[in-house]
């Protein structure tokens, strides 16, 4: 349904929307699939809960769409004039971030009253790729509702969901639940589906199998099915009734041309020919060897006192220059690390990562580089990390990044599917050996995680609860915001409860000019210059970058109390500048 609406009705803000819209063009779908033969029908209102119509500015019409979905339903059953039933569609709130599954419950009985109260015949409760989820909606209809449940799992490759649970134990835990049946539906493909039903089938329940008509690709701005036959999708439609499904059909890409290949399939008393699913032998993996602690790891246990100097990538294809100073700054016996900024000031450049892997080759000194979830989605972070994990990269820095709209391209959005807490979860259970849902990994990774922290935030309260929530997460250190008065750093330690729970990194900023800290103090978010600095800078005049490298010095000693090193900020495009402070 959504995805032949959204093809035929352009600008949509949901497909939902076309229920208020062009209700024509839904009752036509209907009437389409219930003349090719379909006996189950299902409303428009896949994605019409209060959560989801809220994010496109639709939640004040959260009533009328629901009850319109089951209207239009009901006319085009009228209008074919046959006996099919009607199915109220209510499917998942769709966000990646982990929220209290007590929240979801209400919006999921708020959709089902509705859908019910307008004359839904059962519910599919469909499209879920994490079973908790599917587990508290399912209830939730039930506890408004006696009406049957149709339960569906979306199931990746090998036929599990979230958190790598498999068929067969998905469907001993929706048993319990008094659903009519339970089964597949989205996901790769009839033969993900037959996978899964294959897993299901022990349960005792009747079984349901409406998967998409195969994987989809994108093509100028449109999302694109395979030219999967009819006859194909009618022999998964028998191959399915002999493992246990009692529904069939399909979600993402089926026409009425399948379902009316099912339709004849099941009159002509079709039985399974060939079968559908594809056993590939697995690849034998060798569990990597264990690298131990790093270096950073090492020097913070032992509480040595850690010193890193802060590089910026290049903004073309050569890191030439940066292994140069890279080196220089290794050789002095000074600098134990680099840290590295990604795509600092939301302005292109080199990737931190793999950055950090060609220093560490070429120069042999352990890096941090930032990793931000701004420019990339969960699976692409995964994919980089777990690259850089092959190539020796250990210790990250879990950061938000500067927003997109500051740097060199300002109409471009930031992903932020997860934002650093995320990052740091992600990290945390890619060292658990899972991936960010919860499904299990070749091998785990041995990330040593920081996270950023700022003790002279504006809004003191909510950076408490930010790290307290990144440490809860799995964060093994912390690096500051740079720093410039330490009394800052102590009243932020002292409403922590009086003492860091990771070791920390002070950020230092050598200051060269007056001009550079008026700029900092009044336009950088986040960072406080006092009027003590400022004034012996003012009263510096040409002498300001030897005042500002003294007053650094000054901060580095009374420092070394109160946090476990310090990563130094160098002056702008003069990364060997950091060496002064150090000398």
């Not at 959204?6 to 209700?23: K, Y």
């Not at 119509?53 to 939640?59: K, N, T």
């Not at 910026?312 to 002095?332: C, Q």
């Not at 800290?517 to 040409?542: C, F, K, Q, W, Y």
Request: hydrophobic share 45%.
């Amino acid at each position: 349904m959504g995805a032949l609406i959204s093809g035929a009705v352009p600008g949509l803000r949901c497909p939902e929307e076309a229920n208020l819209r062009t209700p024509e063009s839904v009752v036509a779908v209907h009437a389409g699939y219930i003349a090719a033969g379909a006996e189950l029908i299902e409303t428009n209102t896949f994605g019409a809960n209060r959560r989801k119509l809220g994010r496109v500015l639709l939640e004040d019409a959260f009533e009328e769409i629901n009850s319109a979905g089951v209207r239009l339903a009901r006319e085009a059953r009228e209008v074919a004039g046959r006996d099919v039933f009607i199915a109220g569609s209510i499917g998942p709130l769709g966000e990646l971030e982990v929220f209290d599954l007590s929240e979801h419950g209400p919006l999921y009985a708020a959709q089902a009253s509705v859908l019910e109260g307008r004359g839904v015949d059962l519910f599919m409760v469909e499209t879920f790729f994490d079973l908790d989820e599917l587990v508290v909606a399912v209830e939730a209809v039930r506890s408004v509702s006696s009406l049957p449940i149709v339960a569906l799992l979306t199931f990746d490759d090998e036929a599990e969901v979230t958190g790598g649970v498999d068929a067969g134990a998905a469907a001993r835990r929706l048993m319990p639940l008094g659903v009519a049946a339970i089964g597949t539906n989205h996901g790769a493909g009839p033969t993900v589906a037959l996978r899964a039903l294959r897993g299901m089938r022990d349960a005792g329940l009747p079984l349901a199998a409406l998967p998409n008509i195969g994987l989809a690709s994108l093509a100028g701005g449109r999302v694109v099915y395979p030219h999967s036959t009819p006859d194909y999708f009618a022999e998964f439609a028998v191959q399915a009734v002999a493992l246990g499904a009692r529904i069939v059909g399909g979600c993402c890409g089926t026409t009425p041309a399948q379902i009316q290949a099912i339709h004849d399939a099941f009159e002509g008393g079709r039985v399974p020919a060939a079968a559908l699913e594809v056993d590939e032998p697995s690849i034998p993996l060798v569990p990597p060897p264990k690298a131990g602690e790093t270096r950073l790891a090492r020097a913070l246990r032992e509480q040595e006192w850690v010193v890193s100097v802060e590089l910026d990538p290049p903004k073309g294809g050569s890191l030439d220059g940066l292994v140069e100073v890279t080196r220089a700054l290794h050789s002095s016996g000074m600098v134990g690390f680099v840290d590295i900024n990604d795509n600092p000031m939301a302005r292109a450049r080199m990737n931190a990562l793999m950055t950090a892997s060609t220093l560490q080759r070429e120069v042999g000194i352990e890096t941090i580089p930032h990793v931000t979830p701004r420019d990339t989605s969960v699976m692409g972070l995964e994919g980089v990390l777990l690259g850089a994990h092959a190539d020796g990269v250990r210790n990250v820095l879990a950061v938000t990044g500067d927003p997109p709209h500051v740097g060199d391209y300002p109409g471009s959005r930031g992903v932020y599917e997860v934002d650093s807490i995320g990052l740091v979860q992600l990290l945390a259970g890619l060292n658990r050996g899972e991936d960010y849902v919860g499904k299990g990994l070749d091998a785990p990774t041995e990330f040593f995680v920081g996270v950023a922290v700022n003790p002279s935030a504006d809004d003191l309260d909510l950076e408490l609860d930010r790290f307290r929530r990144k440490v809860d997460a799995g964060a093994h250190f912390a690096m500051t915001q740079a720093i410039f008065d330490l009394e800052l750093l102590d009243r932020f330690v002292e409403r922590l409860g009086g003492g860091w729970p990771i070791p920390v990194l002070l950020g230092v900023w050598p200051l060269r000019s007056l001009a550079m800290a008026l700029r900092l103090h009044n336009e950088v978010p986040g960072i406080s210059v006092p009027d003590g600095v400022l004034d012996a800078l003012r009263t510096a005049g040409p002498d300001a970058p030897t005042v500002g490298l003294e007053l650094a010095r000054v901060l580095v000693d009374e420092s070394r109390e109160r946090v476990a090193g310090i990563y130094v900020i160098p002056p702008f495009k003069q990364p060997l500048g950091a060496l002064d402070l150090l000398a």
